[in-house]
């Protein structure tokens, strides 16, 4: 394979990185005056992305899927899947943004060119077959993750949040590349086929060190317990459109990653990986359903809601099947439609003056002065907690379904008991929305662009969801299969 | 397509759906209107379902299928069971916004949403073929009701709707694992399909302790019955009619289309189990009723006791008992849902539900205390009453198969007389004491409207009970086939004499 058809096949991350650098350079020369015009232009950047991505695995040429860089990077559907979700939820979070940043002060043109960035760096991510393309594409990401976190430096909580994640950041990325690195000295190579290839049988101590700690660094990333502590403080700190990204994009990034080194790297080692997911699994459910309901802020509560639902998402990787791999990735549609809507509510919180609001408590009564919003909010509540016949559920239904036929009973059925955990503090919140009296605190009158998000994400996860099961799910089993 | 050319059906769930979305933006007297034209649409179309119902015809009628989801589809057609409980929801549900005509003052159109998308999950429940459309609308069900509960109940209406949520959510989830798992092993999801599958007897045994769960709960048998009283007392009175007349039969429902067809030889091996729970709740909760001081709860009790009576019926494993235990479900439907409307006609007037704050309304409300007392003994089960048809033939059915557990279950019966006629004697008997009491008005001509139709079906159902039994016969016959083989032997050993089978034609002929 020639460099020419490599960097064809790359062809997206090229546009993103050329796209972004020229904006830096009009950012740079514009000052902040032109924060709202790179804004625009890097929303275009990813949507000319997202239109290379699909021209490109709609090719016929491209249908199995395409080593490039000689093996460091594939272009396949898994890939190619998870990036325009993760391109979508970086759009929206694009869009959202300055009215936010406005209220409080100034926008910076820098937020849309990290943005930027840290898709670059998740699309490499999502694509990587080699462990040293997986780095890059995650510290790219996770280097312009820590700075958005504290996008508002004179905000304190904000700093908090950006330092907090840098430095358990950078401790996890120390463990990745530590397993990375053992797992190099065993196997003799960085490629994840020849790793597959080389750590067949019974793993010896040292590889298997290496395999948990690459899990270790990888649930750090996906916020999965006992990796989890940084993302309430970080959701809570970080400026709401910075939360809504963190919660979409980069759980998709490295939930397609961790997917694809498990099965690509350590497919051969089912009985090494399977407990440690499952384990993994079960606590993340277990944990953000327990922990979540002594929250009173909503930005927290909606973290401990992220970390239940990647325990969900790991149950269809725990599987280890291709009917497991495409119900996580569906599971990430819709999880990344719910987070979002959920954060675009918790932005349309604001009080009179315009500041944002974060208290559970300021939602009381919210049914009476918002009647609209209060409905989005409460079927994204009702979906997240997978309560029918919201989408939600149609998320959880299958991977239940997936682990039932992979046999995997006792996981499928502690996993949904602990479900109705889960389900006691999202039908708080709508308690608080609807049975309360109302607080009066929101009276903001809402956004156009944040309705129309809102209630574009309302309809995809309501009942009318169901409908477009039949144009997703051949996508997702296509993304799954190129992965076998 | 079915008997009508024209899918009744989905017509039948889309159009309160629609209207639930329209009446989200009219003003409180329009989505009054609009909602009670709605339901008085659908009980015409129940109308229409039932005069074309081809009794003795196929199994499934008005079957409509459609493959939209890709892993379900979008599968309906009913039986005489389902239809009947159809037409039991399709009865009450204009009875319902009825009763909320003046009683619900504030978001009246939230309310009347929440009731019409009710009413499509309860038929959809009821008309579905696919297992997951099933469990979609049974779970879907918890939205609305706790919305119900939480926005327009009474004052410890949280605790309440929390306590039905989580109670009835937990009981389902694990059914949803067993049904993942059965149509993986039976590889459809088609209900008539399952129907006829055998599963392993080592698998039906898990699978059935799995579906127990839910339908256990939602029944609701002892000892997990706690959150229907709570519920039914903190419900507006609408909430509670539909709670006990149509929700409590999806227990029931799920046990004849689910547990028992599905699974033969897990229930017989679980008798002992339904047998033993239903002995206690018929005694136990009858004698909780008895001390009861709030009007609501002591009919919600009641209801415990009537829906054990329901399960013994149907784990009877024959006819009679399984026609019986029909029978009871639409009477229960009917009774319940009237005594919970008679409680909230004087509910509306004195705002408590304090039996001993009443007394002597037989003097000032003639009209009311006649048809209390109707519903009264209907719930007793008086011949003549709907209640006894039923309650007769299960226990008929239940003897058959073990007479101790039928001696048991009609102890409970006369308990049932005894609160029922205790609570009558209490409100409508006696001297007028309290002066707010005398001032009471008798029935208003809309508090007629509601219960007269009712009082008319009850007494329908107990005097000429064949219209009932006629559409449900069919099928009870095809579920006693298919349980036969693992119908358990009765302890009586009756031997056919000269004088049983008199008794017998006598018994038949009386129910007939």
């Known amino acids: 394979m020639g460099i020419g058809n490599s960097l064809w096949l790359v ?22 005056k032109s924060a709202r015009l790179v804004t625009i232009l890097s929303a275009a950047a990813l949507f000319g992305a997202s239109t290379l991505l699909m021209s490109l695995a709609h090719m016929p040429e491209f249908k199995g899927g395409v080593f490039a860089f000689d093996g460091q990077y594939r272009m396949d559907a898994f890939g190619s899947s998870a990036k325009f979700l993760i391109y979508i939820a970086a759009i929206v979070s694009l869009m959202i943004a300055p009215r936010f940043f406005q209220a409080g002060g100034k926008y910076r043109a820098e937020y849309p060119i990290l943005i930027l960035f840290a898709c670059i760096g998740m699309g490499m991510m999502v694509s990587a077959t080699d ?44 463990m990745l590349l530590f397993g990375i690195s053992l797992v190099y000295g065993f196997a003799g190579s960085t490629s994840f086929a020849v790793i597959g290839d080389t750590l067949s049988g019974d793993l010896s101590t040292g590889p298997l060190i290496g395999l948990v700690l690459v ?21 809570e700190g970080a400026p709401t459109p910075v939360s809504a990204f963190f919660a979409s994009a980069p759980k998709v990034a490295a939930v397609a990653l961790t997917a694809r080194v498990i099965i690509d790297a350590f497919g051969g080692q089912t009985s090494a990986w399977q407990q440690i997911i499952v384990f993994v699994a079960l606590a993340s459910i277990i944990l953000g359903a327990v922990a979540a309901i002594g929250q009173q802020n909503i930005k927290r509560l909606l973290a401990y809601s992220s970390i239940n639902n990647v325990g969900f998402l790991l149950i269809g990787l725990a599987t280890g099947t291709a009917a497991g791999i495409s119900a996580m990735m569906f599971y990430l549609a819709i999880y990344v439609a719910m987070t979002l809507g959920s954060f675009i509510c918790v932005l349309e919180m604001r009080d009179k003056d315009g500041r944002p609001l974060e208290s559970l408590s300021s939602l009381a009564g919210l049914s009476q002065t918002r009647p609209g919003l209060a409905a989005a909010f409460a079927v994204f509540m009702f979906s997240l907690a997978g309560i029918p016949p919201l989408f939600g559920f149609w998320g959880k239904f299958l991977v239940f379904d997936a682990a039932v036929a992979a046999g995997m009973l006792p996981l499928a059925v502690i996993g949904i008991a602990a479900s109705v955990i889960g389900a006691f503090y999202y039908i708080k919140v709508v308690k608080i929305i609807y049975f309360d009296d109302p607080a009066g605190e929101i009276v903001s009158t809402g956004h156009k662009t944040e309705n129309i998000l809102i209630a574009v994400m309302a309809l995809f996860v309501s009942p009318l969801g169901y409908l477009a099961i039949p144009f997703v799910a051949p996508i997702t089993a296509a993304a799954a299969a190129s992965l076998f | 397509m079915n008997q009508l050319d024209f899918p009744i059906l989905s017509l039948m769930m889309g159009l309160p759906m629609l209207a639930a979305i329209i009446c989200l933006f009219l003003n409180a007297q329009a989505a009054r ?10 009980f015409v179309l129940g109308i229409v379902l039932w005069a074309n119902y081809d009794i003795g015809g196929p199994q499934w009628q008005y079957v409509e299928r459609s493959d939209l989801f890709g892993n379900f589809a979008w599968a309906l057609g009913i039986d005489g069971i389902s239809m009947m409980l159809i037409m039991l929801t399709v009865f009450l549900m204009p009875i319902c916004i009825g009763a909320s005509w003046e009683s619900i003052q504030t978001r009246v159109g939230e309310y009347m949403a929440a009731f019409l998308f009710m009413e499509v999950l309860m038929i959809g429940v009821f008309a579905a073929q696919d297992i997951f459309l099933f469990y979609i609308l049974f779970e879907a069900g918890l939205i609305p009701m706790y919305l119900i509960i939480g926005i327009w109940g009474g004052a410890n209406r949280i605790y309440a709707s929390y306590k039905f949520f989580l109670y009835t959510l937990l009981g389902s989830v694990v059914m949803l694992i067993a049904m993942l798992w059965m149509v993986q092993d039976a590889g459809t999801s088609d209900i008539p399909t399952l129907l006829n599958y055998d599963f392993a007897p080592e698998a039906q045994t898990w699978l059935w302790l799995a579906f127990f769960a839910s339908f256990a709960v939602k029944m609701p048998m002892w000892p997990v019955h706690t959150w229907l009283p709570d519920a039914h007392v903190q ?18 429902y799920g046990f004849l289309r689910f547990s028992l067809p599905m699974f033969p030889e897990a229930s017989e091996q679980f008798i002992w189990l339904v047998f033993g729970l239903s002995m206690v709740a018929v005694i136990y909760t009858s004698l909780v009723a008895l001390v009861q001081q709030d009007m609501k709860k002591l009919i919600a009790y009641s209801s415990v006791a009537h829906m054990a009576i329901v399960t013994l019926g149907l784990f009877a494993f024959n006819r009679q008992g399984i026609e019986g235990a029909v029978i009871v479900m639409l009477s229960h439907g009917l009774v319940s849902g009237a005594l919970f409307l008679c409680v909230g006609v004087i509910y509306d007037r004195l705002h408590t539900r304090e039996i001993d704050r009443y007394g002597g309304l037989a003097i000032n409300m003639p009209k009311y205390a006649i048809l209390f007392l109707l519903f009264t003994m209907a719930s007793i089960g008086l011949p003549g009453t709907s209640g006894f048809v039923g309650e007769f033939l299960s226990l008929i059915g239940l003897y058959e198969v073990n007479s101790w557990v039928t001696l048991v279950a009609t102890t409970g019966i006369i308990l049932g007389a005894g609160y029922m006629l205790y609570l009558y004697r209490r409100v409508a008997f006696g001297e007028l004491v309290h002066e707010d009491v005398k001032a009471m008005p008798d029935l208003s001509a809309r508090e007629m409207a509601l219960l007269a139709p009712i009082a008319a079906a ?27 083989r693992a119908a358990p032997e009765g302890d009586a050993h009756l031997k056919m004499g ?3 089978a008199v008794a017998k034609d006598h018994a038949e002929g009386e129910a007939h």
């Open chain 1, 11 to 32: 062809s997206p991350e090229i546009f993103l990185s050329i796209s972004s650098l020229v904006l830096l350079m009009v950012a740079a020369w514009g000052g902040d």
């Open chain 1, 131 to 174: 462990m040293m393309t997986l780095y890059i594409g995650l510290e790219l990401n996770s280097l312009s993750a820590y700075v958005l976190a504290s996008f508002i430096r004179t905000d304190v909580r904000s700093s908090e949040a950006g330092l907090k994640y840098f430095v358990l950041g950078a401790l996890a990325s120390g």
């Open chain 1, 215 to 235: 899990l270790s660094g990888l649930a750090f990333k996906i916020s999965a317990v006992p990796f989890h502590m940084w993302t309430p403080d970080v959701y």
């Open chain 2, 33 to 42: 209107w609009l909602a009670l034209a709605t339901t008085l649409a659908l």
């Open chain 2, 235 to 252: 419900a507006p009175t609408a909430g509670s009619v539909i709670l006990a007349g149509v929700l409590l039969k999806m227990g029931g």
């Open chain 2, 458 to 484: 009850v007494m329908w159902m107990g005097v000429y009970p064949e219209s009932f039994m006629a559409p449900i016969r069919g099928d009870v016959g095809a579920l006693v086939a298919r349980i036969d």
């Open chain 2, 498 to 500: 000269e004088a049983k």
